[in-house]
């Protein structure tokens, strides 16, 4: 089975929620319009300190967001373009054009694989794929170099959906209302200064009043009790979420995805990370150094990380689709070229001769998560946990719309 099986798949069944996700942004998105755009910021000041992401009811395509986006507004009530970096298969990008009709969206991936393979397969519905441009680059360039129209030095790629046309000469990608860094992307920067001027590239992708939405793990339980094994059963396999190692020194840290079939075969790294765990308040002081006028931070409840009579936490960590826990070859979503940002971890050691969770390893069962809350922080401080999972939201506000 596991040499039939297509790990893309498996991965979105396992850790992707993208329709959740979508509503998420959308959320992020109006809420902060209502605080710091529409003036009503004490109407939705207590919606704003609590609320449930990834509900358990999700309205398919026009459902619930049937009004236009455009009421003629300089500043839109409602986000309609989305830019997602490290797209990987795009999926997030598939829901968000399905979710309305104005909605457009633009995906950037390192890798060509995953960018191939979203054209083939995430992207078959041709009105889908009309509203959607994929660009393979680096995160981190690619504005500049489409900027500067030196696409034939530079070797980037325009594929378009719909065709799989290989434009030479494309335009500049367009502003955006919300650029989302998921599935704990911020972490392949091993580098501070290379956090930061990624940080300082959203902010210039986005029009002139628009958030940028990541997320992140972390926890005591992220760093100490290793090597650790998550495990969730699904209907056609089995998802081990392996904690390999941490470095101290660097905060950089070895995690693995494995899937187990039924027949007992296995695809034993099926994908692996070098994630750089940068703490809450690291990623709000990058922001605002790079510009972001206000940064809010979303942390999943402390009732929801410990449970169980043991005190262990159950909580694993997934964006809505995450290790991504959350929520798409060694990289997240088959990019095998993600170690680009990376600086080599010290100290980082290698796995097992198998390449799969050794015996000794703690294994923990999981529950469904879908209902976790999240609350917003304030000023006061955040008690430790073992486990939590986060969402920032970077918010820019241009000084001539105050």
Known sequence: ????????????????????????????????????????????????????????????????????????????????????DFCGTAVLCKEWVRHHVAHEAVGVDIDPEVIRYARNHTFQDATDAAKVRLVIGDVLTVDDQLSHAAIAATGITLVTPASG??????????????????????????????????????????????????????GSRAMYDLPTVKTRRFANFTYHFEYRTFDLLTNVGRYMIHFEFADGSWKRQAFTYLFRLYSLVEIREAMLEAGFQQVHIWVTKPAVVDTGASGRSRNRPKSARRVQSRTNGTNRRGRRDRQKHAMPATGVASTDEDGGPSETEEEEEEPDE?????????????????QYNAYIVGVKIEPHLT
């Open 165 to 218: 046309d290989q434009v030479e000469c494309p335009d500049p990608l367009p502003a955006v209302h919300i650029v989302s860094c998921l599935n704990y992307s911020l972490f392949y920067f091993h580098r501070r200064t290379q956090l930061v001027e990624y940080l300082r590239r959203c902010y210039a992708n986005l029009c002139p009043f628009g958030i940028v939405v990541a997320d992140a793990f972390g």
């Open 370 to 386: 879908d209902d976790r809350e999240y609350v917003e922080t304030g000023h006061g401080p955040v008690p430790a946990m073992e």
């Open 1 to 84: 089975m596991a040499d039939q099986a297509d790990v893309h798949v498996c991965y979105m069944e396992a850790v992707q929620a993208p329709r959740k996700e979508i509503r998420n942004l959308g959320n992020l998105y109006q809420q902060m319009y209502d605080r710091y755009w529409d003036g009503r910021a004490e109407a939705t000041s207590g919606r704003l300190a609590r609320m449930t992401l990834y509900p358990a009811t999700i309205h398919s395509a026009l459902g619930d967001e049937t009004d236009d986006d455009d009421d003629g507004n300089e500043i839109p009530p409602k986000a309609y373009r989305l830019r997602e």
